[in-house]
């Protein structure tokens, strides 16, 4: 129960993060997941004990074999040379010469724990880079190579920690050893990926020529596949993350040509990775966050005779070390593509940008805490808290340093290139476009509209006019803002002052109770303030949302225990609120006609949703005197629906063919009409 309890928080934390992050952009959400997990190990005392061949399972193997299922095939080719001289060369180069620097800067460790030291800090973590990327324009070219690289790393990494912890362990060293033991996990872990993807991608032909190509299925085998793949990998002592990387790729590659594999496999199988890429992301960072307070206990239990400051010197330090390996790696890099095949010009800020990408994070704090404390001789692992210490220091600092500075480096806009290049045509902005094709299609729903369908057709445009509403509001600017919010406000007064005298009228002639009155009076008294808040940005809007419905359910338990007949109650609430919607139609009808009205400039897209609103009160009660069926009423609402999206197809296209939107605002829109068709197919599906 203790384990089911933690994970639960834990999944609680990330979701937590993700809230916060959304409120403040410029931390990057993984920042405040560590923050979060730092917290929460302080305060609730959470404690995990990571094993690495547990993380690498569960997180790793995972998420590696997302990466590269979605990579792409183009840029993973054309960056090959660079990607696996970043993954194994440069791994092999940073262990040395790193290791070696880092044991002259840091006395206090052995020569083969600085090695070790330098070897778990080689591996690169590219989620971090990922969320630290959406605030920083940076080149593709640099963010391809870093995540191709991150694909493969992690096991020359890996590999060469083993190694090195073994040597600070027993105090020797094999170079054929390590080299040997490397090209067999490389090579095996090849090829066990490669002959389980076949086999996978066999079975899914397999069960398509049977008619057994179910795609819940296939996504549930895609998911099982990182796990299997690593766990058989592993087993025979091969690495089960170059397993299941090459395994995704296979698989990517299959999927291009498999006349089985459809669109609806695909984007389901996305939207599936992306949620459970999100979770685990999350969980990893959280993790990193409550294994922080592990290494400084072990610090201050084995290795408190430094000072704190030397000891984040010592940190500090180490990350450039590392840093500047990558950095002059990357440069000279470029230095021989461009002497060898013509490439562009070495930049000392392409090189910066490089190294400051190669962020640092669950890998390594896998890998470190994974240390054992004890030797097979029984001697204690040589000063293994300052070296727990100082990689997740390091890892710290190399997402702060990203933070920093990342977006110093990012391209800037070119100020001539704007001057001299102009457009043929002004461009709309997005959610300009998204109104007109949202209009567009309230006019096509409101053509099909007759009296059997008026109910539901009132529903989905008022549905409709709430996003062009809400639209137009959040791109208005505040000057322009006030004077509508303003003749809104006048204008809903106006239909609540005609509901109120509809009520008076109604009591009069004895329609309906004074119960009805009383209450149907204080729901309008409720509305109108609801109506400041939202209009005013009152902060309180939540609460008094939820005020609103502790309200309704209070006075649906009073008319359920009064005194009088319920159903004659309910049958005076439905001519209260019918009389009203109609009285309210008039009264905003006249009042836009009227001088008062035409001062204020009434918003007629105000106007016009308002009465929708009224009409769709009426509707659903002539509904119900209909009494249509739930089948009938779901067939008009699913024709409605896709008539509106066709209609929204053709307005992006006359849009597009007319210059008034680019390329890019066009994909988006028809993005966002396709995932809107999905979500209607597939409730129309279940």
Request: proline letters at 3%.
């Amino acid at each position: 129960m203790h384990l089911i309890e933690t994970v639960v928080g834990l999944l609680a934390i990330v979701l937590l993060s993700n809230v916060f992050s959304h409120f403040v952009k410029r931390v990057p959400v993984a920042i405040v997941q560590i923050g979060l997990g730092l917290l929460a190990t302080t305060v609730l005392h959470i404690q995990i004990e990571i094993d690495t061949d547990w993380f690498l399972l569960l997180f790793i193997a995972p998420l590696l074999y997302s990466d590269a299922w979605r990579f792409p095939k183009r840029e993973l080719w054309n960056l090959r040379g660079r990607i696996f001289g970043n993954a194994i060369l440069l791994v092999v180069l940073t262990t040395v010469i790193g290791g070696l620097l880092i044991y002259y800067i840091v006395p206090e460790l052995p020569l083969a724990v600085a090695f070790s030291i330098a070897a778990i800090l080689s591996p690169t973590d590219p989620v971090a880079v990922q969320s630290i990327a959406k605030s920083a324009k940076l080149p593709p070219n640099v963010m391809h190579l870093v995540a191709g690289e991150s694909l493969i790393n992690d096991a020359s990494g890996l590999v060469a920690f083993k190694f090195a912890v073994a040597a600070a362990a027993t105090g020797t060293f094999s170079l054929l050893g390590a080299t040997t033991s490397f090209l067999y996990v490389s090579l095996v872990g090849t090829a066990v990926g490669a002959v389980i993807a076949v086999i996978l991608n066999n079975l899914g032909d397999f069960l398509a020529e049977h008619d057994g190509n179910d795609v819940v299925f296939m996504v549930v085998l895609q998911l099982f596949s990182p796990f299997m793949i690593y766990i058989v990998a592993e087993s025979i002592h091969a690495s089960g993350v170059i397993a299941v990387v090459v395994a995704a790729i296979i698989a990517n590659l299959h999927s291009k040509v498999d006349v089985n594999y459809s669109d609806e496999l695909h984007f389901t199988g996305v939207m599936v990775w992306k949620v459970f890429g999100y979770l685990l992301n999350g969980l990893i960072f959280v993790i990193l966050g409550v294994e922080l307070p592990v290494a400084l206990h072990e610090y201050a239990g084995e290795s408190g005779h430094l000072a704190l400051p030397m000891v984040l010197w010592y940190a500090f330090a180490t990350w450039l070390v590392i840093f500047g390996i990558r950095v002059l790696w990357t440069f000279f890099n470029q230095k021989v593509w461009q002497l060898t095949r013509g490439g562009h010009r070495a930049s000392w800020r392409v090189a910066l940008i490089s190294g400051l990408t190669g962020v640092r994070g669950a890998v390594t704090l896998a890998g470190v805490i994974s240390v054992p404390v004890m030797m097979d001789n029984g001697v204690k692992f040589p000063e293994r808290g300052l070296m727990l210490f100082i990689a997740a220091t390091t890892i710290i600092i190399s997402l702060v340093a990203a933070i920093v500075i990342l977006p110093m480096l990012s391209e800037k806009p070119n100020k001539n290139t704007k001057t001299a290049v102009k457009p043929v045509a002004q461009h709309m902005t997005e959610a300009r476009a998204q109104i007109y094709v949202l209009q567009s299609a309230v006019r096509e729903i409101e053509e099909h509209r007759r009296e059997t369908n008026q109910a539901v057709t009132y529903d989905i445009m008022l549905r409709y006019q709430m996003k062009i509403r809400k639209l137009q509001i959040d791109n208005i600017s505040h000057e322009k803002l006030g004077p509508i919010l303003e003749a809104e406000y006048r204008l809903r007064q106006v239909s609540f002052e005609a509901e109120r005298s509809t009520l008076r009228r109604l009591l009069v002639a004895e329609q309906i109770t004074p119960l009805v009155f009383t209450s149907e009076s204080r729901r309008l008294d409720r509305a109108e303030a609801e109506l400041e808040d939202v209009l005013l940005f009152n902060k309180k809007r939540s609460w008094q949302f939820t005020k609103r419905y502790l309200i309704r359910m209070m006075r649906a338990i009073r008319v359920w225990f009064a005194d009088e007949d319920s159903e004659r109650l309910m049958a005076e609430y439905l001519i209260a609120k019918h009389e009203g919607a109609k009285a309210a139609i008039n009264a905003i009808s006249q009042f836009i006609d009227s001088d008062e009205g035409r001062r204020l400039k009434i918003d007629q897209q105000a106007a016009h949703n308002l009465i929708i609103t009224y009409r769709n009160r009426l509707e659903k009660e002539h509904n119900v005197n209909r009494k249509l069926t739930q089948a009938q009423l779901e067939a008009a609402k699913t024709e409605l629906e896709v008539i509106g999206l066709n209609a929204q197809r053709e307005a992006v296209q006359h849009l597009f063919e007319a210059h008034f939107i680019s390329a890019e605002i066009g994909l988006k829109l028809r993005q966002r009409i396709n995932f809107a068709e999905t979500g209607l197919l597939t409730s129309e599906e279940e």
